[in-house]
């Protein structure tokens, strides 16, 4: 409603999981007004979602009512536009051309990214209200050319630690941040997976209708015929989260999972 009125809500859902109640102006109002009656809808829904995935997750958990992905309950609904930053500065930036855009914007915010789970992810972010980063637009963290990864929020650092592993046994891996998963850019996935022909898709949901099974479904219709193996995914388990916090830390993907099929990507 404030939106249709003129302003620019920004709205916090504590947690994404939360956001149940909701749904129904989420996905039937929000998402089809311009649709239907030409009407903008620019209000900002920030969905704090997923597990941690630092050391402190083993003594603090969130279990199935605040650790769950919600980012596929949008991304089939026409409308959203849905943005996952993994580093300060694309929090800041994709937040503020989230804030200015006419569409609603899901804005996830992995958990597991948050200051008193990772402290050594502070950097100094640019300063005035002007700063975006553009919606629709991936991020390469790493370069590389044995295989490349496709991932997003908190596991775009696992992806690079596992990049670091590899390396020391002379596998190159490239990592690709989508840090926009609504729209995609379809360009630089295609660029990545053209560059090195093997494709890991890694992301913190469950497998079953994961973004995996999308990104594949893309790569596997354009460019087929430039991949030299099969497109693997990396997720969590097709289970509810589990709510004992050694069991959450388990249930989330981790940058050895990525290591193992990286390896049985090279070797095919």
Known sequence: GAALAGLRPVAEMQFADFLATGFNALVNNAAKQHWRSGW?????????YGGATGTMNRLLGGGPFHSQCPEMWFL???GWKIVAPSTPTD????LMAAIRDPNPVIFLESKGLYGFFRTDLREEVPLGAEFEVPIGKAALRREGRHASVLTYGAMTWTALQ?????????????????????????EAIAATARKTGRVVVLHEDTRRGGLGG??????GDALFWYLDAPIKRVTAPDTPV???????HDFL???????RTVRELVRT
Do not use: F, Q
Request: no cysteine; aromatic share 2%.
């Open 242 to 248: 589990p709510y004992s916090p050694p069991l959450e």
């Open 162 to 186: 596992a990049a670091e592993e590899l390396a020391r046994e002379g596998i190159e891996l490239e990592v690709l941040d989508l840090r926009s998963l609504a729209p995609l850019d379809e």
């Open 91 to 94: 929090a800041k930036g994709l």
């Open 40 to 48: 903008a809808v620019p209000m900002v829904v920030r969905l704090p």
């Open 76 to 78: 089939r609904t026409p």
């Open 253 to 259: 993907p981790k940058a050895a999972d990525v290591v």
């Open 214 to 219: 999308e990104l594949a479904a893309v790569l």
